[in-house]
């Protein structure tokens, strides 16, 4: 869905990190497990290293 | 246009080299998930111009809105095709254009409707005289089958909102269950029996205009009540639409309630006014925090806080903002029943007019 619509709405190149679903059954200690393995992700979109 | 997009440029519709047989042309569409899962009318050209009549001389490429998700754009072109498909009469083509620049106004949050895992369906509630003479039922069995105005514009709506809309169950509608709404749901007021104004005129319109309002509803919940009582009725309507897991406690909704004509009647004997029942409805249905689910209580807190200032568990949460929010429509045939229509938190209805065309395509 944020593929679809960062293209109609005219940002085709947004970058995104994909989170797969769902996780409303996720403790909080593997949601937390989840958000860090996004963070190098994040960190090369944003054009930064992440910090230990 | 009615969105907060801005359009990109407008494709027309493709020609299609389709075999010249309903039956293969019905698995073409299933194929490509054109359809709602039942067979559809193919949009042939002469069947899209005969449609197109019914626009009341709009251009076949302007824009009506661009909806969401997909955010494509929704031409008068795009919606005539959807309405063959659907088996819609020309004349059902003008109140299906409002209906569809209804969905698009930023209060009635479409974007979340089309994507949430909720159950919403887009309910169309038509008023005005062109109601009767689109011979739209507002009477026996309204919001079930058998009118083919009701039925054909609802269908309408909803392959609109997955065809142009892009909402695609498991794609980008991520609905958990949907609900039988979601393949059509419309009907009219029972103007006629409602001792009050109707839907239209309370959102000031003129009585003699036409118009559709659109709804996000999560269902229906039929109320049997033989209570000849106005008080009595009301406490047991109270009672039906108080549930914990509710989308209207959490946001301050909008539900909706549709009074039958007996109902309608008890209800203004005992003196009460549309506002009265409204009033009446919104104090006995205020419910306690303690009674929700922690997690569900947690986001109303977030939701509210602005709303009602400090949320506790012994705070009493009104179902919507205002008595007002309070939905209310008489419509159905004889018989002891009304319907309560719980609706998606998040959404305002609209309301657009509409002007209806004769069969030359003509206003009339």
């Not at chain 2, 609900?179 to 959102?203: D, I, M, S």
Request: hydrophobic share 45%; proline share 6%; glycine share 8%.
């Amino acid at each position: 869905m944020g593929r679809v619509q960062a293209r109609k709405l005219g940002f085709a190149t947004l970058p995104l990190v994909e989170i797969a679903h769902p996780f409303g059954l996720r403790t909080r200690a593997e949601v937390r497990e989840m958000a860090e393995g996004c963070i190098d992700t994040i960190a090369k979109l944003a054009g930064t290293k992440a910090v230990e | 246009m009615n969105s907060n997009a801005t359009a990109s440029k407008v494709l027309p519709a493709v020609l299609l080299d389709a075999p010249d047989d309903l039956d293969e042309i019905n698995r073409l569409y299933r194929a490509k998930r054109w359809s709602d899962g039942l067979p559809i009318v193919p949009p042939t050209p002469a069947r899209v111009e005969r449609m197109l009549e019914g626009a009341d001389g709009r251009d076949r490429n302007d824009i009506v809105a661009l909806l969401a998700p997909a955010f494509n754009a929704a031409t008068v072109e795009r919606i005539a095709i959807n309405a063959v498909m659907a088996g819609c009469d020309a004349s059902l083509v003008p109140p299906l254009l409002a209906a569809v620049e209804a969905i698009a106004v930023p209060e009635f949050n479409l974007q979340a409707l089309q994507a949430t895992t909720n159950s919403v369906a887009v309910w169309i509630v038509v008023n005005g005289p062109a109601a009767a003479a689109l011979e739209f039922n507002g009477t026996f069995n309204c919001l079930g089958e058998g009118a083919w105005a009701n039925a054909t514009l609802g269908r309408a709506l909803r392959l609109v909102l997955r065809n142009v809309g892009g909402a695609l169950p498991g794609d980008l509608d991520r609905a958990t269950h949907g609900q039988p709404g979601k393949y059509t749901f419309c009907c009219a007021e029972n103007e006629a029996a409602n001792p009050w104004q109707p839907l239209h005129v309370e959102r000031n319109l003129a009585r003699e205009q036409s118009a559709v309002t659109v709804i996000g509803a999560e269902g229906t919940m039929n109320m049997n009540s033989h209570s000849k009582d106005a008080d009595e009725l009301l406490r047991v309507f109270a009672e039906t639409i108080v549930h914990p897991p509710s989308n209207e406690y959490t946001h301050g909704g909008e539900p909706w309630i549709i009074l039958g004509p007996e109902h309608a009647e008890i209800l203004d004997r005992g003196g009460y006014s549309k506002a009265d029942v409204k009033q009446a409805l919104w104090e006995a249905t205020k419910m306690h925090g303690r009674r929700m689910a922690k997690r569900d209580f947690a986001r109303a807190v977030q939701s509210r806080e602005a709303e009602l200032g400090d949320i506790g568990p012994d705070t009493l949460l009104p179902i919507a903002r205002r008595a007002g929010d309070i939905g209310l429509i008489v419509a159905g045939g004889p018989g002891t029943h009304s319907v309560y229509v719980p609706c998606f938190g998040n959404s305002r209805a609209v309301t657009r007019t509409f002007v209806a065309v004769d069969a030359s395509g003509r206003a009339s």
